[in-house]
């Protein structure tokens, strides 16, 4: 359907259409109606002379007039004139109009019958010229001539009418050439004075309804992928909703996004994100229905409303063709990309009757999806609601606690094996509930990370362990846990410096452990980063080690200060699988062939602690040496870890603690 504006400016163009033919047609009609006066004006004009010419001529025109016969020498003026100039013919008539002489291209006779002329009779009562126009019937005539009755006077009174029978065809062609040349320059001119305003003025208007149309549809579509954005969604879903209830049918509303989106961002460029959003999108389209509603809500996040939905298990059978199809390999330019989604499926109207109900309720369900290990659908329940809450309310805390410093820093012990000499410190953040409970690490952490709050977290930990750590004696250390996320933020290089000018702790005691994680994709920035870190004096130290997929190329591409063996391998020394207990061993002699110290997590029984002490473990960490404590019991334990090495001579018994150690 033509839109308002097009309708009302399709009816401007027809109206400046009609305009300027109006002005086209006054033109020609002008030219029309001068020429015709200007061809009367040149006949009456021709006339009077010819008129004029006779009487000067003709002695005897008033006897003429009268019926006589003309003299020979009338005749022979006669016989000259006619064969001369544009009057082919003339008749003399008497004062009461009646014909005495005709003179045309082949005789000139007096009439035999005199004949009456209305038109001569009223030339000579209104003693003006009287002209009229004739088009040529017969090819013997020109084909446009005039008659023109014209009064002879005779002194001061009218004696004879002459009737003179002017060609006009010539005088008529050139006439109209000269005036159709005068019109076309004249239309030319008002085409260019009045038609160029006018086009630029239909262009300007045709421009601006274009700008205004694609103005419209951006406020309703997305301009990369040509869906609709939220705002036209929500309006468009609850209309949907409305009719659904109305027919009695629900809404299954299909949340769609795209798995690690990111890393093709980081892999192929922005332009190779852009490709995927717009297959997926039209991927989407595609597998809908027309009736079905699809948008892009914001990044990589798409939205599908089925209608017409009959029970739960009609939208989930649609939620897996929807992946199904979405998930197939692209292609861009020379790469092939497979893209996972996670699908959350609201139905309406159990799981909401409003739009931002069943959006949410759909949202909780992707986020299930996404925690579930992504690449999967879920179908939402009240139980996500639930753990909605919970979520959000951690997000409180942890923003709480980042904006007004309300984590705190414990520290657990490291100890040298061989002289159960206390080396350093492992700084742990903890964070409190609402109700004192404390939140285990591995749960708000990764929220942290997700709420881009990581990084200042991270500058609070590491403030929190140069400072402690510049009261201990010299040179007991601290180690201070680096999440990808911090790199992946930037400035970390720029944080533990400030930190050690901040506290006056000497570069050498802080240790940074980092995770495989972090080299994984051998992304050089990170390498970078690590390189300022080692050139500020600090120890790097692979965190976890054995459970990533690429540990010993780790340890010859970057030159670490010690290694960490991760605590599910501790775990299982002991067990049934003796092959956990040949990894440690290995991991232990190799780290000592590269020079590079091991600390041993989670040591917590005797027998664990006789196994490391036989394959000779460098350093131990655990809770059979100690758990995190608070900074001032970590001062007290390098009191008392200083009075113990200074009170005993010589190395415990293998296999046997101090009690005051023992936590």
């Given at each position: 359907m033509r839109s308002t504006a097009d309708i009302t400016l399709r009816r401007w163009a027809l109206a400046l259409v009609a305009l300027f033919g109006l002005l086209v047609g006054g033109t020609w009609t002008t030219v029309k109606v001068t020429t015709s006066y200007l061809l009367e004006q040149d006949a009456a004009n021709e006339a009077r002379d010819w008129a004029e010419f006779l009487a000067a001529n003709v002695a005897d025109l008033e006897q003429i007039a009268d019926g006589e016969q003309p003299v020979a020498a009338s005749m022979r003026f006669f016989e000259i004139a006619r064969k001369s100039g544009q009057v082919f013919r003339y008749v003399i008539f008497n004062r009461d109009g009646y014909s005495q002489l005709?003179?045309?291209?082949?005789?000139?006779?007096?009439?035999?019958?005199?004949?009456?002329?209305?038109?001569?009779?009223?030339?000579?009562?209104?003693?003006?010229?009287?002209?009229?126009?004739?088009?040529?019937?017969?090819?013997?005539?020109?084909?446009?001539?005039?008659?023109?009755?014209?009064?002879?006077?005779?002194?001061?009174?009218?004696?004879?009418?002459?009737?003179?029978?002017?060609?006009?065809?010539?005088?008529?062609?050139?006439?109209?050439?000269?005036?159709?040349?005068?019109?076309?320059?004249?239309?030319?001119?008002?085409?260019?004075?009045?038609?160029?305003?006018?086009?630029?003025?239909?262009?300007?208007?045709?421009?601006?309804?274009?700008?205004?149309?694609?103005?419209?549809?951006?406020?309703?579509?997305?301009?990369?992928?040509?869906?609709?954005?939220?705002a036209h969604f929500i309006e468009r879903l609850e209309c949907a909703l409305e009719q659904g209830a109305a027919d009695g049918r629900g809404i299954a509303l299909h949340f769609v996004d795209i798995d690690r989106f990111k890393s093709v961002n980081d892999t192929l460029g922005h332009d190779g994100g852009d490709a995927v959003l717009k297959t997926l999108a039209a991927r989407l389209r595609a597998a809908s229905r027309a009736d079905d509603l699809v948008a892009r809500l914001g990044g990589d996040e798409f939205v599908v409303a089925q209608t017409g939905v009959l029970d739960q298990e009609q939208a989930e059978a649609f939620a897996r063709r929807l992946r199904s199809v979405v998930i197939a390999p692209m292609r861009f330019h020379e790469h092939e990309i497979v893209a996972t989604v996670s699908i959350g499926t609201a139905v309406s109207p159990m799981h909401g009757n409003a739009s931002e109900r069943l959006l949410k309720s759909a949202d909780l369900a992707v986020y299930d999806a996404k925690s579930s290990g992504r690449n999967c659908i879920r179908t939402f329940s009240p139980e996500m609601d639930v753990a909605m809450q919970a979520r959000l309310a951690l997000e409180r805390t942890i923003r709480e606690a980042t904006e007004h410093d309300k984590f705190s820093v414990c520290y657990q012990p490291i100890f040298e094996l061989r002289d159960r000499r206390l080396a350093s410190f492992e700084a742990l953040l903890r964070l409190r509930d609402a109700y004192g409970a404390d939140i285990p690490p591995a749960v708000f952490i990764p929220v942290a990370e997700e709420m881009h709050l990581i990084g200042r977290i991270g500058v609070f930990v590491l403030r929190e362990a140069c400072r402690a750590a510049a009261a201990w004696p010299a040179p007991m250390k601290v180690a201070v846990n680096l999440s990808p996320a911090q790199f992946e933020a930037g400035g970390v290089s720029e944080a533990v410096a400030a930190a050690l000018r901040e506290s006056g702790l000497a570069p050498g005691r802080l240790e940074l452990e980092i995770t495989e994680a972090l080299l994984f994709a051998n992304d050089q920035r990170n390498m970078s980063e690590l390189l300022r870190l080692k050139a500020l004096g600090v120890a790097v130290v692979m965190d976890d080690f054995g459970t990533g997929y690429s540990s010993l190329g780790n340890l010859w591409m970057f030159p670490f200060d010690k290694i960490k063996i991760d605590r599910s391998f501790t775990q299982g020394l002991g067990g049934r699988d003796p092959k956990v207990e040949t990894v440690v061993k290995t991991i232990i002699a190799l780290g000592r062939e590269l020079g590079m110290p091991v600390t041993v997590e989670g040591v917590e029984t005797a027998d664990q602690l006789r196994f490391l002490e036989s394959v000779e473990a460098q350093q131990v960490q655990g809770f059979l040496f100690g758990r995190p404590m608070p900074p001032a019991d970590a001062a007290l334990a390098i009191l008392d870890d200083l009075r113990r090495q200074g009170d005993r001579p010589d190395r415990p018994e293998p296999g046997r603690l101090p009690l005051q150690l023992v936590t």
């Open positions: 005709v003179s045309d291209r082949t005789t000139i006779a007096p009439v035999d019958l005199s004949e009456f002329s209305p038109q001569a009779a009223q030339a000579i009562r209104t003693e003006n010229p009287l002209v009229a126009f004739r088009k040529a019937e017969s090819p013997d005539l020109p084909a446009y001539f005039a008659e023109a009755y014209v009064p002879v006077r005779v002194g001061n009174r009218p004696v004879a009418v002459v009737a003179a029978y002017v060609a006009q065809t010539d005088a008529r062609s050139l006439f109209y050439r000269a005036f159709v040349a005068a019109a076309a320059a004249l239309c030319g001119l008002t085409a260019l004075s009045f038609g160029v305003p006018a086009i630029a003025w239909l262009r300007q208007t045709r421009e601006k309804q274009r700008a205004d149309r694609r103005i419209r549809y951006l406020a309703h579509h997305d301009s990369l992928t040509g869906l609709m954005n939220r």
